[in-house]
């Protein structure tokens, strides 16, 4: 029996307007494309001394977007460490059967999912101050990217540790293994290999969240090419905006694609390895055979 589909498949006709459509698609794409490279042109905007300033030592402008771009990933190299850990421990905390612990826990998930990134940095940064310690762009940027990124990243590991099969949790149980072990030797391990794509889709996330520190006055990538374009057009005028955006957006493309490269090559290493051990170990296999048979006397 074939499976059930949920369309059609599209018979010679409805194949020929598709590939019209596609056609005429990528036409106008082109015009449009074409459209904005001739308007650049006429600006002098693809004038190649416009674009050798990213390039040029004398100019400054690669030493300021370098240093930005170590300031931009120091602070989330933090946020993403920290992140990460406090979010498997909220995580661990809101399946937890102590409703002492799972309450608290689901509270301060759900507040700082609802507050907007935004507000949190601006609460640390100005609010926070007038009842306590006193914080810098850094560690005000640092931990609102965490408190948020903690509480996503706890409803991803949530996610994946209920994904996992009921019945290695009761194979952990029958040999004897306590909650804590159950949770680190068997559960945790499998929910962070499922969900590894979407951990490395919120780290994207978060690495591009690191321009709201703007608001703050902390010189991440973004808010230094505003300050480039700000210095260069009031020496120059405004013939370098372009490509110190475009230079900075760059070098955002480039991280974010070496950061899914090496999700990439996470996910296939742990697949292989999880292919590699074969099935399970023989004790949990054992249970399990050993469990179906009593069931059935």
């Known amino acids: 029996m074939s499976a059930p589909v949920l369309f059609d498949l599209p018979g010679p006709k409805a194949m020929a307007r598709i590939r019209i459509g596609t056609g005429v698609g990528i036409l ?48 989330a190299a933090v946020a993403m460490v920290a992140a990460t850990v406090l979010g498997v421990l909220l995580a661990v905390g809101r399946l937890s059967d102590h409703r002492w612990v799972r309450i608290p826990v689901t509270t301060v998930i759900e507040f700082f999912r609802a507050i907007p990134l935004l507000v949190v940095i601006f609460a640390l940064y100005f609010v926070l101050p007038a009842f306590g310690p006193d914080l810098s762009a850094f560690a005000a940027l640092g931990l609102g990217l965490t408190l948020y990124n903690m509480a996503v990243l706890a409803e991803i590991f949530r996610a994946g540790i209920l994904s996992v099969d009921k019945g290695q949790r009761e194979a952990a149980y029958a040999l004897g293994m306590r909650k804590t072990q159950v949770m680190t030797l068997v559960l945790l391990p499998q929910a962070t290999r499922r969900m590894l794509p979407v951990l490395i889709a919120q780290i994207v996330v978060l690495l591009k969240d690191t321009s709201l520190g703007f608001i703050i006055g902390y010189f991440e990538l973004l808010r230094q090419a505003r300050s480039l374009v700000e210095f260069l057009n009031f020496n120059f005028g405004n013939i370098y905006t372009l490509q110190i955006y475009v230079g900075a957006g760059l070098l955002y493309i480039l991280i974010n694609v070496l950061l899914s490269q090496v999700a990439k090559l996470v996910e296939k290493r742990t697949r292989s390895s999880a292919k590699a051990s074969g099935a399970p170990t023989p004790s949990v296999a054992a249970v399990r055979f050993d469990s179906g048979n009593n069931s059935g006397l």
């Open 28 to 75: 106008l794409v082109l015009a449009l494309l074409a459209f904005v490279l001739v308007r650049l042109n006429g600006n002098g905007q693809l004038d190649p001394a416009r674009w050798a300033i990213l390039f040029d030592p004398n100019s400054g402008v690669p030493q300021a977007l370098g240093e930005a771009l170590v300031r931009t990933l120091r602070v």
